[in-house]
């Protein structure tokens, strides 16, 4: 509503009167405001803040008077009454002499600015006034209250009289009359021999005279509070009569709200108590209480002494309250409290020290509620005189607080809006940005005055499904637009502004005439003639329609009321205007559909159609009344009404079953009048409903019913017009903001099905809600309130301490204003369930259920529900939790929900939410079924709590061996570290659950991320791999703890026994590409366990089906047969391979290499030996038997065209797709370049390419290999070796069978499988026939070591040469790699350690890879 805005500022004074102020009050028009000191009287101008004249009191005069105490102005501005503490009313005359002005505003030369616009000087210029004191009137007593009421004064005094002064002729005019004797009752129905006050000494201490309900809200001197009217027109003691408040005894001061017909007292307990008066009784009626609640204001809400002052803004939307202690508090009309600095950041520096609260002496406000003017109390006391050292204008003790405002407080027909539109004196806040920003939820706050920032709502991420969402809470900046300083500077205020429906114009309404401003376009718009502009004023507010703007004016040259619309497209002139006349003066205007409504000041209201006419260039809109609606019979003072508007809204939703065409048309005006809310609907009773001839003008002249009365305390209305069938709920809302009580919703209740209406259903529900923001916009179909509010940024940090006490910056906090919104959808479904309309809820909830944030919608409401019950010290009779929770079963989201919810609350009131909701173990299998497993993993949390650790290893069991059949890494992690930690007993620190499960890597192995790399090495890259120390803490994944020293605990062995399991489970089932994903992300030691299980579950049984199944698995196409493949170029032995096959393999390797490697990997440029080694031994080494083993070795470096020089980047450097993958590895030595291809030769290679599979299979099978060579499952790489078809794999097993001591099985296993699949590509694959005769040889010489006697021995996957000699693995580890490292030809690097070393130097690759810190070197 009203919102602080930046630092107050102080005034200076020029003059040099030592005179603290006392009083501070503006004149009607708010253009001044007078300041009393004890013996002078200033007369200030308000806009800019600068002092006109100042009347200063003679000492002999003054002692006679005594000092001035109270001022108040004469309603036309051209006299002050001041009253003095010795009972003297002093009154001054105020003549302003024409064309005489003290300021004026300076323009450089130039400039647009013109000096000959109408009013410019009365606009611009701050006049030059006298002030002369007329008369001196005595009333021998002293004066407690001064009032003016109309054309007199009215004076209380401390004797107990009233005295009614006139203005004009003040001695004869002169009426007094004793209190004493005016009759007080509880109600105006009683005897008018009411109770006299009685006493001799009561007199009145406060009072205000209210217009609307044309009496005076008083307090007298012992507490109690009243309200005296006069019963006729003349007011004399007969004439007067009182009435009570019974309950207030402690009253202080009084304000009185006339738009809302409210009197505000002030009490000492610190609380304002509201009363209105009761139109059929004439007593005083309680409507609400201000006052701090000790849940907000712990350390203050009962200190902070009666309430002093009160203060009601010019629209009476809000109301100011300050204590005798300090502290300003800032209430909506009906007790929604917005801003109190008695707490946060006012209440105490950044440091955490309490600041002495600000003292207030007297405030009053400034023109449209934009500015607060107080005078400083603490001033007076402690603020000692002091000259500036330049001898200029000293500081003054009054602060200038300033203050933005909802649209919505002064044009409420921006009430149908989605938008939050808040006006400033120069600025406005839109919280509708342009499109292209919409999506950009993340920006970064800045606190400046232009752009309060920080919109706490959850919202804020994520795309969410609905256009107007992503605008309105796409990112969290305010839109702000500066008004243009042409219009600003001679029509200051602004008055109105409004929003069109899409965001994207706004039109603002100062003193006269107006301008709009387009935010696509950034340009604003005003009247190219100025006269046009000056004279126009807006009375009743202003709307878009469509490209129109729709408004209400008085023409000043005809002296008529108004109704234009202007084209925005068009130039702001009135001769593109669309002009209608209306007899009386409007005071509200809105536009419904195409209807255009009025409320007038005789009490009337007026319909419009309004209808587009395209004519020539520029369309204009035309007009035409519909209906009129006398309302005088209702509405008691037209002033009263603070809304009106047209909406489809109707009790009977039996129409909208029967006749749909009549569900958008306008069915009722809803009118605010003085916070209730009133309806008239359309009267449908009579024949017109069944007469279909009629044409459809017609039946829009249906009357109106008798207006009903639907809530009380309304301050706002929210309503659309538009239709969506999926939301008809909330759409057909109605939405009332109604202060303190929260948000109220009328909501309309539906048949199911369209079935036939239970009859003792009402049609509609009014439903209360209490929210934590401000609403000052609704978003109907998405659920939710858009508001504001204020936050504060302290800066006192930056001053010294020395100069401190002076900085307003110190004294206050910076504030700014925060976008804020809430879901309120919970609220409804819950009051519905409470009323046993648990299908209405559902029906709604089922109508929301894609909103983005409707799981978080059923936690809150099972979390509110489950916190007041379970937390409740009575018991409750009928509890709503168990309707709520099986409330909540209707949706899939149950279980999370649930989960969502425990977790979030306190152990304590676990058992009473599961007592409702379920056993969490059967809710836990229930996940399971459902296959939610991180809803499951959360349930084991509770499960872990609330069980013994014996159930929840079971469950934990349970799970983890359905998220590793499931392939769900993240959450194997995370349930292996939970099973050690139940069995090392640190329970009773769960571990986190994923709330998002990463996703999974079936696609290719993260093999870099726990793997180790085994390599042909060179000696010094073994010692360097080998001596690595730690420098990270491990991970949190299990691959690091796993493999520790521990390994012999039970519950590791529990562990790995089920890792086995699976793993075993896979290779039955021929899941390669899933056993590699599991090794890999897991850090399962695949080797070693292949090693145990190679004559076991690593066997290979049926060749052909394994063959079969790794073509599916890996997308691998079988071979086809080309024509050429005969007479091939490449079937002389010396090329037949090598250069095809060297292209695919160091490409493989590349990618090998960058795959998924985590990054921080370094690497060094190494020296490039082998590529020579290529050109000169191929020639000379049997192509198939010899160049094998550099096919094998997956981990060959990019090919670059120098030949000696290479580093390998880390992953970020090098990606599958970097140009060193795609394009350098096709750069041979050249040793090679002297080798030219012919054509055929070339469509040989491009043939090659095309039989391969995807290049990440590629990979992996490569790495497969790589581990079953390790492991000896000499089965597998026979498999893997034909599926890539390269001879060089199955060469390197034979020689690898025929040199070492093979177990006679596995040979035959092998001669049995080959023979299977020549026999199976012989019927079914052809294309696997050219390969497999290559082969032949091969298998041949298989078959006579078959037949030989191999001793059965422990498999070493060695080089033959080096089997015997283990007595000291490290020594010969060195010695073969550095014999094989200085001469490569002749055993082409198939060098392997031993098979303990080995898995040493694995599990250190493992360490030092999650670790991120050792070279890899590739020689």
Not at 1222 to 1228: A, H, I, R, S
Request: aromatic share 10%; proline share 5%; hydrophobic share 40%.
């Amino acid at each position: 509503m009203y919102f602080l805005s930046g630092w107050p500022k102080r005034l200076l004074c020029p003059l040099e009167s030592l005179e603290q102020p006392l009083h501070i009050q503006t004149d009607p028009q708010r253009t001044f405001f007078a300041v009393l000191s004890p013996s002078q009287l200033s007369i200030w101008y308000c806009r800019p803040s600068v002092l006109i004249v100042s009347y200063k009191e003679l000492s002999k005069a003054a002692s006679q008077f005594g000092p001035y105490k109270q001022a108040e102005w004469r309603p036309d501005s051209t006299m002050i009454a001041v009253s003095t503490a010795n009972g003297y009313i002093l009154f001054f005359e105020i003549p302003s002499p024409r064309d005489k002005y003290l300021y004026e505003p300076m323009y450089p030369k130039g400039s647009p600015h013109l000096k000959g616009t109408p009013h410019y000087k009365e606009e611009q210029c701050a006049p030059s006034l006298n002030l002369e004191m007329k008369k001196v009137l005595d009333l021998q007593a002293s004066i407690t209250s001064l009032q003016s009421m109309l054309e007199d004064l009215l004076v209380a005094t401390a004797d107990g009289f009233l005295h009614l002064v006139h203005w004009d002729g003040m001695t004869n005019g002169r009426k007094a009359i004793n209190l004493c004797t005016v009759p007080f009752s509880v109600d105006l129905q009683s005897s008018r021999a009411g109770s006299f006050l009685g006493f001799e000494d009561v007199y009145i201490r406060d009072m205000e005279y209210c217009a609307t309900l044309d009496g005076f809200a008083v307090v007298f001197n012992d507490g109690r509070v009243g309200f005296i009217t006069p019963m006729s027109s003349r007011f004399t003691a007969e004439q007067l009569h009182g009435v009570w408040a019974q309950d207030v005894i402690d009253g202080t001061c009084v304000a009185v709200n006339n738009k809302y017909r409210l009197m505000a007292f002030g009490c000492a307990n610190g609380s304002v108590q509201v009363y209105t008066i009761d139109t059929t009784t004439g007593a005083m009626q309680f409507s609400h209480k201000l006052e701090l609640t000790p849940k907000q204001y712990p350390d203050i809400w009962n200190k902070t002494g009666p309430v002093k002052l009160i203060r009601w803004s010019p629209d009476s939307c809000v109301v100011m309250v300050t204590w005798e202690c300090g502290g300003l508090s800032l209430w909506s009309v009906f007790g929604a409290q917005l801003i109190c600095t008695l707490g946060g950041d006012f209440a105490y520096q950044s440091d955490g020290a309490k600041k002495d609260p600000l003292k207030i002496s007297s405030m009053t406000w400034g023109s449209e509620g934009y500015h607060l003017w107080v005078i400083d109390g603490n001033s007076s006391s402690n603020m000692k005189p002091e000259r500036d050292a330049n001898n200029e204008a000293r500081q003054f003790g009054i602060l200038q607080f300033h203050f933005i405002k909802s649209a919505l407080t002064v044009n409420p027909c921006m009430s149908n809006q989605e938008q939050v539109l808040l006006q400033g004196e120069d600025r406005l806040y839109l919280n509708c940005g342009d499109a292209t920003q919409a999506q950009s939820p993340r920006n970064t706050s800045v606190h400046s005055e232009h752009k309060p920032t920080r919109e706490r709502g959850p919202f804020s991420d994520g795309s969410l499904d609905s256009q107007g969402l992503s605008t309105l809470l796409g990112h969290r900046h305010w839109h702000v637009v500066q008004i243009h300083s042409t219009y600003l500077e001679s029509n200051w205020p602004i008055r109105f502004s409004a929003i069109d429906k899409l965001g994207q114009n706004v039109a603002v309404v100062g003193k006269f005439g107006f301008a709009h401003y387009s935010l696509l376009t950034k340009k604003w718009k005003l009247f190219g003639n100025i006269t046009q502009e000056q004279n126009m004023m807006v009375t009743g507010g202003l709307a878009w329609w469509n490209d129109f703007i729709v408004l209400a004016c008085y023409n000043l040259n005809d002296h008529q009321e108004e109704l234009r619309i202007y084209l925005r497209t068009s130039n702001l002139d009135n001769a593109f205007a669309h002009i209608t006349k209306v007899q009386a003066d409007t005071l509200l205007l809105s536009v419904f559909r195409d209807i255009v409504i009025l409320f007038r000041a005789d009490c009337s209201i007026c319909l419009y159609s309004i209808e587009r006419r395209p004519e020539g260039l520029n369309p204009t809109a035309s007009i035409q009344v519909l209906q009129e609606v006398s309302m005088s019979r209702y509405i008691p003072h037209p002033f009263l009404v603070v809304s009106v508007t047209l909406t489809s809204v109707r009790t009977e939703t039996g129409i909208t079953l029967k006749m749909p065409q009549q569900a958008c048309e306008a069915e009722s005006i809803m009118l605010n009048l003085a916070g209730q809310l009133i309806m008239l609907q359309r009267d449908r009773s009579g024949p017109q409903i069944r007469d279909k001839d009629n044409n459809p003008n017609q039946r829009k002249h249906l009357p109106f019913c008798a207006p009903v009365v639907l809530a009380q305390s309304v301050e706002n209305v929210w309503t659309t017009c538009r239709i969506n069938k999926q939301k008809r709920h909330l759409l057909e809302a109605l939405w009332l903001s109604c202060g303190g009580a929260g948000m109220k919703v009328w909501l309309p209740l539906f048949p199911r099905d369209h079935r036939k209406p239970h009859s003792f259903l009402s049609r509609r529900i009014m439903l209360p809600f209490h929210i934590n923001i401000y609403p000052l916009a609704v978003l109907f179909e998405d659920a939710l309130v858009l508001g504001a509010v204020n936050d504060t940024v302290l800066y006192d940090c930056l001053y010294t301490q020395t100069s401190a006490r002076e900085h307003l910056e110190v004294l206050f906090p910076f504030s700014i204003v925060e976008r804020t919104s809430q879901i309120y959808l919970h609220h409804i479904l819950r009051q519905l369930l409470v009323r046993n309309l648990g299908e209405q809820a559902l029906l709604l909830a089922h109508s929301c259920a894609t909103l983005p944030y409707f799981p978080h919608v059923l936690e809150l409401m099972l979390h509110e529900v489950l916190e007041e019950e379970a937390t409740s010290r009575e018991p409750i009779p009928d509890p709503l939790l168990p309707t709520v929770a099986k409330f909540i079963t209707e949706f899939p989201l149950f279980l999370q929900t649930v989960v969502h919810c425990a977790r979030k609350t306190e152990y304590a009131l676990w058992n009473y939410l599961f007592a409702a909701v379920g056993n969490p173990k059967d809710l836990f299998e229930e996940c399971l079924m459902a296959q939610d497993l991180d809803t499951a993993a959360s349930y084991l949390i509770i499960l872990q709590n609330m069980e013994v650790p014996a159930v929840s290893r079971q469950h934990a069991t349970l799970l983890f061996n359905t998220a590793l059949e499931q392939g769900k890494w993240d959450l194997c992690r995370h349930m292996i570290r939970f099973l050690k930690a139940i069995g090392s007993g640190e329970t009773e620190t769960p571990p986190a659950t994923p709330t998002t499960q990463e996703p999974s890597s079936s696609s290719g192995f993260e093999f870099f991320r726990h793997r180790s790399i085994s390599l042909s090495q060179s000696a010094e890259n073994l010692h360097s791999k080998f001596n690595l120390t730690k420098t990270l803490s491990m991970p949190s994944g299990p691959s690091g703890k796993r493999w520790s020293k521990d390994s012999d605990c039970a519950e590791n062995m529990y562990i790995d026994m089920m890792l086995w399991r699976h793993a075993r489970r896979l290779l039955e089932e021929i899941k390669l590409k899933d056993l590699g994903c599991f090794a890999a992300q897991l850090g399962f030691e695949l080797i070693g366990w292949l090693c145990k299980e190679r004559t076991r579950a690593a066997r290979v049984e049926d060749f052909v089906f394994a063959l079969k199944k790794l073509h599916k698995d890996f997308l691998w196409p079988f071979p086809v047969i080309p024509a050429s493949s005969v007479n091939s170029p490449f079937k002389n032995g010396k090329y037949k391979t090598a250069v095809g096959e060297q292209l695919l393999k160091s490409q493989s390797a590349d990618t090998f290499v960058n795959m998924e490697m985590d990054t921080g990997v370094s690497n060094t440029p190494r020296s490039r030996s082998w590529l020579g080694t290529i050109g000169s031994s191929q020639r000379e080494l049997d192509t198939v038997s010899s160049h094998g083993p550099h096919m094998q070795d997956a981990f060959l470096s990019p090919l670059l065209s120098k030949g000696d020089e290479c580093s390998i980047g880390s992953a970020t450097d090098l990606t599958e797709t970097s140009s060193m993958v795609d394009g350098d590895w096709t750069m041979v030595d050249e040793n090679f370049s002297s080798l030219s291809l012919t054509q055929s030769e070339l469509e040989h290679i491009s043939l090659e390419l095309a039989s391969k599979g995807p290049h990440k299979s590629q990979v992996q099978l490569r790495y497969l290999l790589h581990i079953f060579m390790e492991a000896g499952c000499l089965d597998w790489c026979i498999i893997i070796g034909l599926i890539l078809r390269e001879s060089s794999v199955i060469s390197q097993v034979f020689s690898i069978m025929q040199s070492s001591d093979i177990d006679r099985e596995i040979c035959q296993n092998i001669k049995t499988g080959l023979h299977a699949v020549d026999k199976w590509a012989s019927t079914d694959c052809p294309g696997y026939k050219p390969f497999l005769n290559i082969i032949k040889p091969q298998i041949q010489k298989l078959s006579e070591i078959a037949e030989e006697q191999v001793q059965p021995e422990a498999f070493q996957p060695v080089n033959p040469s080096k089997v015997t000699e283990q007595v000291n693995p490290r020594a010969e580890e060195s010695r073969t790699s550095l014999s094989h490292g200085t001469n490569p030809q002749s055993d082409a690097g198939s060098v392997s350690v031993s098979r303990h070393e080995e898995d040493k130097s694995k599990t250190e690759d493992e360490d030092s890879f999650q670790e991120g810190s050792y070279d890899c070197i590739v020689s």
